[in-house]
């Protein structure tokens, strides 16, 4: 007889669960045992390097850098919008026209 | 395994309902195309509900740059650098390795319990930052828009004695709406995008339940072959784009229909490549 593989899969697990049901599962906890035999025991943990975990200050590194480039590019662009928008009718334009008068 | 039986058993699998067990060999077409499209629901769930809260957020704080007084505008002003001038990643990252030092039993408030380890979970703390994000990006736009609205307008308003509230919301805020429309498209196309960005990040995906590109990325793992799961990615995500572009569209006309046609401005594509 041939088996579809989503047969086959349930026949497995069927098989898993009443043969070798773990304590775990009488517990409760079965979602763990679930997921740790799904993706392996071993890997525990997503990051995985010999030294230690260095993410946060690189990245609040790149982060002051981010904010350093910003706030350059934010003071040529106001610049450039200010000249931009004087004497042109808009409400920006009568703000400089109110301001100056 | 019809592909019926399929989209049955993997359709709803990235919010938990159906088969716990992905595929692992063998995958079909109709495999990847229903996974991916599974996870699709979590974009289209912080895309939208990231886009409504973050525009009610953007109008006050385009509001509040505006303003006169500077303890209103330079919150705004803050606000908007912090979000526009850092990388989504990175506020990404960060808010997860915030919010994970969170006490585990709930903060105590006058001897009532708040949970809050809900906080950590993707679908609250990646909404909460997509939606800041969104909310300073869409802030400035409509900043910019309330800077260029006409002069005459505002004299009109001031000539028939429309004045404060009621000037800001007959006058100002439906020009200012009209003329930030496009760039708000493009602004909500983006935020679309940028959703595929949260469980790269620090969010977790607990149980394999992630968004679209979660999945692609896990096919591509199991096959080696990314020139098929990227592009069923990109595929759904031109549709999603269509169906955006229709919507903001139609508001788009509904916004100018007091105008010549001649003068009704159309929403392009402009793509933003980095945020």
Redesign the interface.
């Known amino acids: 007889m041939q088996l579809?593989?989503?047969e086959i899969?349930q026949c497995y697990?069927s098989l898993f669960t009443y043969t070798y049901t773990p304590l775990l599962f009488l517990l409760g906890v079965q979602?763990i045992v679930?997921?740790a035999r799904?993706l392996g025991g071993a890997k525990t943990s997503?990051y995985a390097y010999a030294h230690p975990d260095w993410?946060?200050y690189y990245?609040?590194g790149?982060?002051v850098f981010?904010?350093g480039?910003?706030?350059l590019s934010?003071v040529v662009l106001t610049r450039v919008q200010n000249r931009l928008?004087l004497g042109?009718?808009?409400?920006?334009?009568?703000a400089q026209r109110k301001a100056a008068a | 395994m019809s592909c019926l039986q399929t989209i049955s058993d993997y359709g709803l699998r990235s919010i938990g309902y159906g088969e716990r067990i992905l595929p692992k060999t063998d995958f079909t077409l109709c495999e990847q195309f229903t996974l991916i499209g599974s996870g699709l629901v979590w974009n289209v769930y912080f895309g939208v509900f990231a886009l409504l809260c973050g525009f009610v957020l953007a109008n006050a704080v385009a509001m509040a740059k505006a303003s006169h007084l500077a303890a209103f505008r330079k919150p705004a002003e803050w606000f908007i650098f912090v979000f526009r001038g850092s990388p989504l990643f990175i506020q990404f990252f960060l808010a997860y390795e915030a919010l994970v030092l969170l006490p585990r039993d709930g903060i105590v408030v006058f001897g009532m319990i708040f949970e809050v380890s809900w906080l950590s979970r993707a679908w609250a703390g990646a909404l909460i930052v997509l939606f800041l994000n969104t909310a300073a990006y869409s802030a400035e736009i409509f900043y910019g828009a309330l800077r260029s609205i006409p002069k005459g307008d505002l004299e009109a308003a001031d000539a028939y004695g429309i004045s404060g509230w009621s000037r800001f919301m007959r006058i100002q805020w439906p020009t200012m709406m009209r003329l930030a429309w496009p760039a708000y498209t493009n602004e909500a196309i983006f935020l679309f995008h940028s959703t595929t960005l949260v469980f790269f990040s620090g969010f977790p995906a607990f149980g394999q339940r992630g968004d679209a590109l979660y999945y692609a990325s896990y096919l591509v793992d199991k096959t080696f072959n990314p020139f098929i799961p990227y592009p069923i990615v990109a595929f759904y995500f031109i549709l999603l784009t269509l169906a955006l572009i229709w919507t903001f569209g139609a508001i788009n006309r509904r916004l100018n229909r007091h105008l010549p046609s001649n003068e009704r401005s159309k929403i392009k594509l402009r793509p933003q490549i980095i945020r």
């Open positions: 579809a593989s989503s899969r697990r979602d679930y997921w799904e997503v993410r946060l990245f609040l790149l982060l981010y904010l480039m910003t706030k934010e928008s042109q009718a808009t409400a920006a334009g009568e």
